[in-house]
C-alpha cells in the first residue's frame, strides 16, 4: 500500500501513525499538495492528503475513510475505536473535534499564505474555532486522569487530537498559548514520547 501526503498534515500523520501501530506496512510517498499537485491528481482528482493506493490500484481517500479501512483490515479486537455504541460516538465525537480543529488551523495558514489580501472576517472566525474547540477538548481531556483519552489503551482520539495539537502549535504559536490548556498540552506530550510518534514527523513546511 502506498500513503501519499507529508508529515506535517495532522491528516496524513494520523493515518501512519495508525499503520505503525498497527504493525502494518505501507510505502511513503512525501508528495506536497501544490509542488507534487500533478503526481497526486491521477489517483485523487481533489490532489488531496492523506491518499491511500491499495495493493489492487483502488484508492481511498479522506483520513477518516482510511482509518475506517485500516479497522477493518486489523479486526475489531485490535481497532483503536469501540465497535459500536456510546463509546464508539464518543471517541469519533473527540476525533471529529480534533479533525475539524486541524481544518481550522488549515484554513487559517492558506488564508494568511496564499491571499494577496486576507479576509479578516474569516480569519477572526477561524481563531476562535480554534480557541473555543480547545477549550472543549481541555474540559473533556481534564475530566480524567487515564493515560489516554479514554483509559489505558491509545485510540484514534487520542492520534487526532495529538496530530491536530502539533499542527496548530507549529503552524500557529500567537494563536495557541500552551498554558491555557494544561491537560491537552500534557496528553499531547504522552503521545508524541513514543515510538510511532516520534518516527512519523515533519517540521510544518507552510505553502507558498
Ligand atoms: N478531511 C480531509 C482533510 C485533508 C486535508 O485538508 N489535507 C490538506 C493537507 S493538510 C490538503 O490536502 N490540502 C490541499 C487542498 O485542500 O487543496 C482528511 O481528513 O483527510
Same mark, same amino acid.
Given at each position: 500500500? *502506498?500513503? *501519499? ?7 496524513? &500523520?494520523?493515518? /501512519?501513525?495508525? +499503520? &505503525?501501530?498497527?504493525?502494518?506496512? $505501507? ?6 499538495? +501544490? ?7 491521477? $489517483? #485523487? ?9 491499495? +495493493? ?6 479522506? !483520513?477518516?475513510?482510511?482509518?475506517? $479501512? ?6 475489531? !479486537? ?34 494568511? @499564505? ?8 474569516? =480569519?477572526?472566525?477561524? &481563531? ?11 474540559? !473533556? &481531556?481534564?475530566?480524567? #486522569?487515564?493515560?489516554?483519552? +479514554? ?15 502539533? $499542527?496548530?502549535?507549529? @503552524? ?10 494544561? /491537560?491537552? @498540552? ?7 514520547? =513514543? ?14
Amino acid at each position: 500500500m *502506498i500513503l *501519499i501526503g507529508q508529515y506535517d498534515s495532522p491528516f496524513v &500523520r494520523r493515518v /501512519a501513525i495508525a +499503520f &505503525r501501530l498497527y504493525e502494518m506496512e $505501507f510505502e511513503h510517498r512525501p508528495w506536497s499538495t +501544490f509542488g507534487d499537485g500533478d503526481k497526486i491528481a491521477p $489517483f #485523487n482528482p481533489l490532489r488531496r492528503v492523506p491518499t491511500l493506493v491499495l +495493493f489492487d490500484g483502488e484508492v481511498v481517500i479522506d !483520513s477518516t475513510t482510511i482509518l475506517d $479501512f485500516l479497522d477493518e483490515e486489523v479486526g475489531p !479486537s485490535r481497532a483503536m475505536l469501540p465497535e459500536y455504541g456510546p463509546a464508539r460516538r464518543a471517541a469519533l465525537k473527540i476525533c471529529a473535534l480534533s479533525t475539524g480543529l486541524a481544518d481550522k488551523a488549515v484554513a487559517l495558514v492558506y488564508e494568511q @499564505a496564499l491571499h494577496a489580501q486576507t479576509s479578516e472576517i474569516w =480569519l477572526a472566525r477561524c &481563531r476562535d474555532q480554534v480557541e473555543a474547540v480547545l477549550d472543549a477538548l481541555e474540559v !473533556s &481531556r481534564a475530566a480524567s #486522569n487515564a493515560p489516554f483519552w +479514554f483509559g489505558h489503551m491509545i485510540s484514534h482520539a487520542d492520534i487526532a487530537f495529538a496530530c491536530a495539537w502539533r $499542527f496548530v502549535t507549529e @503552524a500557529h504559536p500567537s494563536v495557541v498559548d500552551i498554558a491555557r490548556w494544561p /491537560a491537552l @498540552a500534557q496528553a499531547a506530550a504522552h503521545c508524541e514520547a =513514543l515510538p510511532a510518534f516520534d518516527e512519523i514527523k515533519q517540521v510544518f513546511i507552510p505553502p507558498r
